[in-house]
């Protein structure tokens, strides 16, 4: 079994040398190519391994201790916008590394980028615009003049299946590429609870009615700062009327007429796994 990755704020009195970086410029990561990285731009990757940025001459603009994985500590960084990847190595985006990366890697990357966005965009109170300082012990920044306290920003939002026999609801934003579609989301609102935001969501973008949502699963979703809660609802009654402003389209789909869905990257991916496999019948696509 791998190792955990137990997160922390404060750093070790000994950190441990070498450590991860993960350093991130602008949405980007800085990875380096496997060594049987053969194609340049598809293969496995990785994250530095070094004893800080500046030995591979990266200067950082912030840094932030994030935890432990096995024996190694783990840190993000933020790199200038216009910071230039050492001969070798290069930058890609979030999206672009999932399935390079090795899982544990994965997703403290996506922690590292929220935490970079998170102290760069909170480096002056938003209250009275005086420099913010970092809380010991505590992920916060806090004004020394109006005490006001920040902390990282999650938005949650919900997303969910729905089933009507042995078909599913899938719907293609207007933003989507040609012949994509997804399930419906949506961020939650103040006051509501998420079960509110899931029939809601429903009711506005399909004019469709559901029964009482399942809770299926939670992702976090670093772009940039969301957390996917994930829920399954049979179809109870209504005719599918498309909020045109945000769908192109939305239709019922068996197993066997599937569009073009979304990868496995996603928890719409998984959540549209778990019906196929429940029918005996997974879907083979990437």
């Not at 933020?78 to 990366?101: D, I, K, M, S, Y």
């Not at 509110?196 to 939670?218: D, H, K, N, T, W």
């Amino acid at each position: 079994m791998d190792d955990p990755f137990a997160p922390a704020v404060e750093p070790p009195a000994d950190p441990s040398r070498p450590a991860w970086w993960f350093a991130v410029r602008d949405a980007e990561l800085l990875v380096v190519p496997a060594a049987n990285d053969t194609d340049g731009e598809d293969g496995p990757i990785a994250v530095p391994l070094v004893d800080d940025p500046a030995a591979v001459g990266l200067s950082t603009v912030r840094r932030q201790y994030l935890g432990r994985l096995g024996d190694r500590d783990c840190w993000s960084a933020e790199l200038a916008a216009g910071a230039e990847a050492p001969p070798g190595w290069r930058f890609v985006g979030l999206r672009g590394v999932h399935g390079r990366l090795p899982e544990a890697h994965f997703g403290i990357a996506g922690r590292a980028a929220q935490m970079v966005a998170w102290d760069r965009d909170h480096a002056f109170c938003g209250r009275c615009a005086t420099p913010t300082a970092p809380v010991p012990g505590e992920r916060a920044r806090r004004c020394p003049a109006c005490g006001l306290t920040s902390y990282p920003r999650l938005s949650p939002a919900v997303i969910v299946l729905i089933a009507r026999g042995e078909q599913i609801l899938m719907a293609r934003g207007r933003a989507f590429p040609p012949g994509f579609f997804g399930i419906i989301a949506g961020f939650v609102e103040p006051g509501e609870s998420l079960e509110e935001a899931v029939r809601r969501e429903v009711r506005e973008e399909v004019g469709l009615e559901i029964a009482e949502p399942c809770y299926f699963g939670s992702q976090p979703w670093p772009f940039p700062h969301a957390l996917m809660v994930g829920f399954t609802a049979a179809y109870a009654s209504g005719e599918v009327r498309l909020e045109e402003a945000e769908l192109a389209d939305a239709d019922w789909f068996t197993r066997d007429t599937l569009p073009r869905i979304p990868p496995k990257l996603s928890i719409a991916r998984r959540m549209i796994d778990a019906w196929a496999d429940a029918q005996g019948r997974p879907i083979d696509a990437p």
